[in-house]
């Protein structure tokens, strides 16, 4: 079942995904979950083959493997589910009510705020109808066909119960993904084929509770924060009261002196501090809430992988995070030895950097992550090397290219990164993408296609083209201080919407220069840099 269940969210997660909030083609609930479920799946090629082998390494797997809000609470569900399970040499309609009950309640147990309309109402309501059933006499089948019956209309209401799905018109997509477990249920238990993924778009229009006047927006908090900790179980109850002062959307899972645990924050240090006064927080991983992304196929592979090493040795090497050939391919004419691929949603480990540090030919080195998600991560690689490591902390390839105009290959490490950090810190950015569903900003409402400028404070230009959402993005940003464009044109980018662009700026800016480099980043046809 839990195959089956890895197997469908793979080849659902695009759909999962594009419930995001946030209507960009990067939302990560699909892509979280599916990980999850991969961890638990790998998990269990080395469990032995009796029920409470199994049952161990499904509650392992997933306390280790969980990515993101949706993956940390599906990982408590399935420890829930397998808690019950563990005892029983085989599973019953009862039995199974009675462990998706208990997984219900653990789930809710796990999460600081509880909130309706999110997967925790849809496993509750399932839960509940499974126990009805059982209670009426169904056997296994009829036990999961009301589970799941039930788990449908709940989240068709999720809506009503939680106002920004309302306001972008779609149902919540951790109980979407949550239905796909009772459909491998059927599938194992009743022969029943998997359900196809659906395109269909969302409702065109919002959905709002009788008699609620809420302005739709995004939710506030910017930054979600996970890692495992290591600490003692009875000091986990005063960590979660420390996180709550500190963010929402908490979710603690674990016992026996090792957690997963996630927040929504804007203070990424306060959040990982709450960890260290207790323990030792470890696989510490940082997403920048309001940039989703870089690449979907390689967030699933779950790794990254150290570009060609380049360059005669060097007192101070620099190594860099990207994706797209023409971005690394800019980034090695600069200057850069090492490249990791690697962006939002597909963060490097530690150990992905550590590995690219240790190749290149010098004694110190230099990190850009080139993205707010990967700085963390790289300020812990110089404890972990030989090698004397700086970080820059650039949150986009605009700001690495620019402070690599800085980078002094026979100068210190620390020099440098002053140096660099100063030039990056000049550099406003922004991008264009599509949206992929209609939903509402604070430049306008939103239809299914059109194209979106954002800055870093969000959205702000919302247009039927390519070119008009870009332009219309750099009047935001542009100003009379500025004196240089970079243009980091992506896949989808083509030579009249480029030509479009440089003709506005050449009427409206004409003292800013205007410079085009392909980039052939994914699903952001334009990056944009100003200096």
């Known amino acids: 079942m839990v195959v089956a269940f890895r197997d469908a969210l793979n080849d659902h997660r695009e759909v999962i995904n594009n419930l995001n909030v946030y209507p960009v083609p990067d939302g990560d609930t699909g892509t979280n979950m599916s990980l999850t479920l991969r961890s638990v799946v790998d998990e269990l090629d080395s469990a032995g083959a009796d029920m409470a082998g199994v049952c161990q390494a499904i509650a392992h797997g997933s306390l280790m493997g969980a990515r993101g809000n949706s993956g940390v609470i599906m990982s408590q569900i399935l420890r829930g589910l397998v808690g019950v399970i563990a005892g029983h040499d085989e599973v019953d309609g009862t039995l199974f009510a009675e462990a998706l009950a208990a997984a219900a309640k653990g789930a809710y147990g796990a999460v600081g705020n509880p909130v309706e309309g999110t997967i925790l109402t849809v496993v509750r309501e399932a839960g509940e109808a499974a126990v009805l059933a059982a209670g009426e006499g169904r056997d296994l089948v009829g036990v999961l066909d009301a589970a799941s019956d039930e788990g449908g209309a709940s989240l068709e209401r999720t809506p ?113 501090e709450c960890g260290i006064d207790v323990g030792r927080p470890h696989k510490i991983r940082v997403t920048d809430l309001l940039e989703e ?19 005669d040795p060097v007192p101070t090497a620099v190594v860099a995070v990207a994706i797209g050939s023409g971005v690394v391919s800019i980034l090695k004419s600069m200057g850069v030895h090492a490249v990791v691929t690697g962006g939002q949603s597909m963060n490097p480990s530690t150990a992905d950097l550590v590995e690219a540090v240790e190749s290149v030919p010098a004694p110190e080195v230099v990190i850009l992550p080139n993205n707010k998600n990967i700085i963390p991560v790289a300020e812990q690689v110089d404890a ?22 800085a980078y002094d290959p026979q100068a210190t490490a620390e020099s440098n990164a002053g140096n ?28 299914s296609g059109d194209w979106i400028g954002i800055a870093r404070a969000g959205i702000v230009s919302v247009r039927e083209t390519m070119a008009a959402a870009a332009t219309g993005l750099l009047a935001h940003m542009i100003d009379e201080d500025h004196e240089l464009l970079t243009v980091i044109a992506g896949q989808g980018a083509d030579a009249d919407a480029t030509a479009e662009i440089e003709a506005w700026v050449a009427e409206n800016h004409a003292d800013v220069e205007v410079e085009v480099h392909a980039g052939g980043q994914p699903l952001y046809p334009y990056y944009f840099g100003l200096e």
């Open 293 to 311: 992304l870089e690449e979907r196929d390689r967030v699933q592979a779950g790794m990254a992988d150290t570009g060609v090493v380049s360059g």
């Open 420 to 447: 660099m950090a100063a030039t990056a810190e000049g550099v406003a950015a922004g991008e264009v993408t599509q949206a992929v569903r209609d939903s509402t900003s604070d430049a306008g409402p939103i239809a």
């Open 160 to 272: 009503t119960l939680l106002q920004v799905l309302a306001d972008a018109g779609v149902v919540d997509a951790g109980g979407a993904g949550l239905l796909l477990f009772l459909d491998a249920a059927l599938h194992v238990a009743d022969g029943r084929a998997m359900p196809e993924p659906s395109l269909t778009a969302p409702p065109a229009e919002p959905i709002r509770p009788e008699g609620d006047d809420h302005e739709p927006g995004i939710a506030d908090l910017r930054y979600e924060v996970m890692f495992l900790l290591d600490a003692p179980d009875d000091l986990i109850d005063g960590f979660k009261s420390a996180w709550a002062e500190v963010g929402d959307s908490i979710v603690v899972v674990g016992g026996d002196g090792i957690f997963n645990c996630h927040i929504h924050c804007d203070d990424i240090g306060a959040a990982i």
């Open 384 to 405: 972990q090397t030989s090698r004397t490591v700086r970080v820059v902390p650039t949150r986009g390839i605009a700001e690495g290219i620019a402070s690599l105009m």
